[in-house]
T-cell receptor
Framework: QQQVKQSPQSLIVQKGGIPIINCAYE??????FPWYQQFPGKGPALLIA?????SEKKEGRFTISFNKSAKQFSLHIMDSQPGDSATYFC?????????FGSGTKLNVKP | DAGVIQSPRHEVTEMGQEVTLRCKPI?????LFWYRQTMMRGLELLIY????????DSGMPEDRFSAKMPNASFSTLKIQPSEPRDSAVYFC?????????????FGEGSWLTVV
């Protein structure tokens, strides 16, 4: 059973576009929702994270929107750049156990 | 800090051989995780330790897989005997738990190919 469902599987945008990646979860005990960025040949690296008592968090060009009632959260990348091309994973945490989404491969075209 | 260090980075082995993957977590972190990444199943948690004690090994695929953490700075994941379906990238990650907001830090992975 997949604890965190992520979509889309892949995404292509033009430079300057705003890709949006969505995740949904069922377990209301999750209390921490990070997003990870992974480049080819590298391990995932923390990008931005949010807790369920906050509806939005911004860090630079990256924004998480969180809808607790719908049990959904999403990542928006403002003014996307070719260097943002990577695979993005959402995750949810409960008691130090992380559940990851299936990943979204983003391609930002110049 | 050097981050989470994994070795080997790449390994090609024949079916039936024993494989040992190694991990050095970030100093001071008391949680250590082993993940497996494949195209089909994404990132799967295999096992995690807290203070060197295995807490949850429900993700370990079968008895061929075993993990140990003899001290706070070293862990191994062993596959014996290895099979072609074990081919994947194996990530070790560590965390200081609630102290740093539950952030987990990944190593660069061990790319395993079993032929």
């Amino acid at each position: 059973q997949q604890q965190v469902k992520q979509s889309p599987q892949s995404l292509i945008v033009q430079k300057g576009g705003i890709p949006i990646i969505n995740c949904a979860y069922e377990n209301t005990a999750f209390d921490y929702f990070p997003w990870y960025q992974q480049f080819p040949g590298k391990g995932p690296a923390l990008l931005i994270a949010i807790r369920p008592d906050v509806s939005e968090k911004k860090e630079g060009r990256f924004t998480i929107s969180f809808n607790k009632s719908a049990k959904q959260f999403s990542l928006h990348i403002m003014d996307s750049q070719p260097g943002d091309s990577a695979t993005y994973f959402c995750a949810a945490n409960n008691f130090n156990k992380f559940y990851f989404g299936s990943g979204t491969k983003l391609n930002v075209k110049p | 800090d050097a981050g989470v260090i994994q070795s080997p980075r790449h390994e090609v082995t024949e079916m039936g051989q024993e494989v040992t993957l190694r991990c050095k977590p970030i100093s001071g972190h008391d949680y250590l995780f082993w993940y497996r990444q494949t195209m089909m199943r994404g990132l799967e948690l295999l096992i995690y330790f807290n203070n060197n004690v295995p807490i949850d090994d429900s993700g370990m695929p079968e008895d061929r897989f075993s993990a140990k953490m003899p001290n706070a700075s070293f862990s191994t994941l062993k596959i014996q005997p290895s099979e072609p379906r074990d081919s994947a990238v194996y990530f070790c990650a560590s965390s200081a738990g609630q102290v740093n907001g539950n952030t987990i830090y990944f190593g660069e992975g061990s790319w395993l190919t079993v032929v």
